[in-house]
């Protein structure tokens, strides 16, 4: 008799995506807008390069150059950069558009901040947001996302972060940055700058269920000119991202994806030749107890948050503010002529505060995407009513 085996799941990391968890209208997809990310660097990912590529020019803040598009081959400098992005304006095309951001039709500004020693400078910072302000126009940026920080606690116009935010806002663009990671350490820039729209995170379990969530462990507090951060909150954990491909992680990524879908036959015979990608202990890589090795994957799998061998989850508020960048870029395809006071003010005022944690940690609260696309609509239907009695 020919035996029959029980169907498993998948050890695959289950992450919702991002629509999905935020219940999203996803009418408006930011076309037209063009989206400048601060961050430490980049690579050209299909998720932002196909079917058309939606890069629009890459700078290198650290060496002062341009380029038309940011390096194909990744470094440990380029991930974090990539990610943001892609949580930003990804379009999900290596997963068929299931891990797409809200905003998968915005165009791409890139800018390099990170140096060959893994730093990211208080000059570098500035260089990139004075580029931004001298090219705003020229790349019709209107959005600009920075989850990088400066080293230094000033919280004063003084600080050139600070002043370059304030004189971006200034130009009708709209400055999302990133509170940080540790609620014990204060607020720096540019996430201190008053107008900047500053975003700490929640903790939504990856699930759809409202009453277990919780806050992310932010930065947050009062800076010295009296503005409390951060302004909002938005999910920076349990956040699909995309890993890199032709690094040791995608590697691993697809070696243990692949092991995990194959029957006991096939993972006997490949075992061999993929486990020596996979991370797993050597000790393994020739044994012949199919329970133990579908324990040892589905473990692997668990402790790298593996969602396919494209994509994996990441935490941060570095990711949290990317978030609330899609969000106003789709606020702005709807409605151009919204300032930064009058964004700011619709996330805010449409914000659901969470009862049971202190407002100093979460601002006006939860950012609900769906009532800052309908405050846009809202928005342009007035204008154009004003418009029509001039």
């Known amino acids: 008799m020919q035996q029959v085996h029980s169907i498993r799941p998948l050890a695959t990391k289950p992450v919702l995506p991002l629509p999905v968890r935020m219940h999203a209208d996803i ?12 961050d430490s660097d980049f690579v050209q990912h299909p998720d932002l390069m196909e079917p058309l590529p939606r890069i629009v020019g890459y ?29 930003a304006a990804g379009n999900g ?30 000059p570098t910072i500035v260089r990139a947001l004075r580029y931004i302000e001298v090219n705003a126009d020229r790349f019709g ?27 971006i806002s200034a130009r009708n663009i709209i400055v999302v940055a990133a509170a940080g990671n540790n609620p014990f350490s204060p607020i720096r820039p540019p996430a201190a700058a008053p107008s900047a729209l500053t975003v700490g995170g929640l903790d939504d379990k990856n699930t759809l269920d409202g009453s277990d969530e919780e806050l992310y462990h932010s930065t947050f507090g009062m800076t010295n000119l009296g503005v409390q951060k951060p302004e909002l909150i938005a999910p920076a954990i349990w956040l699909p991202a995309p890993i890199l491909l032709g ?34 202990p050597m000790a393994l890589w020739t044994s012949r107890d199919v329970s133990s090795l579908r324990g040892a994957i589905t473990e692997m799998i668990d402790k790298e948050l593996i969602a396919s061998p494209f994509y994996k989850m990441v935490d941060g508020t570095s990711f949290a503010a990317p978030i609330i960048a899609s969000i106003v870029a789709q606020m702005i395809a709807l409605s151009p002529t919204l300032t930064p006071n009058e964004v700011k003010h619709i996330l805010m005022s449409t ?19 769906r009532a800052s696309q309908n405050a846009a609509r809202e928005h342009l239907a007035e204008h154009r009513s004003q418009t029509d009695l001039v």
């Not at 598009?69 to 892609?86: D, F, Q, Y």
């Not at 290596?94 to 990170?114: K, Y």
């Not at 914000?351 to 995407?369: E, H």
């Open 247 to 280: 690094t040791k992680t995608h590697t691993q990524a697809s070696a243990l994806c692949a092991m995990d879908m194959m029957t006991p036959e096939m993972l006997l015979s490949s075992a061999p030749s993929l486990m020596p990608h996979s991370g797993l």
């Open 141 to 167: 940026i209107r959005v600009v996302n920075l989850s990088v920080y400066a080293d230094e606690v000033d919280h004063t116009l003084n600080h050139p972060v600070n002043k370059a935010v304030e004189d």
């Open 27 to 38: 009418r408006s997809t930011g076309e037209g807008v063009c989206i400048a990310m601060v």
């Open 351 to 369: 914000a659901r505060p969470l009862a049971a944690f202190p407002a100093a940690r979460q601002g006006a609260g939860v950012v609900s995407q």
């Open 93 to 122: 095309y290596l997963s068929r558009g299931e891990f797409t951001s809200l905003a998968p039709g915005a165009a791409l500004l890139l800018i390099r901040t990170m140096n060959d020693a893994g730093r990211v400078t208080t």
């Open 59 to 87: 700078y290198d803040a650290v060496e002062d150059l341009e380029y038309d598009l940011p390096p194909t081959v990744p470094s440990s400098r380029h991930w974090h950069g990539t990610m943001t992005a892609c949580t």
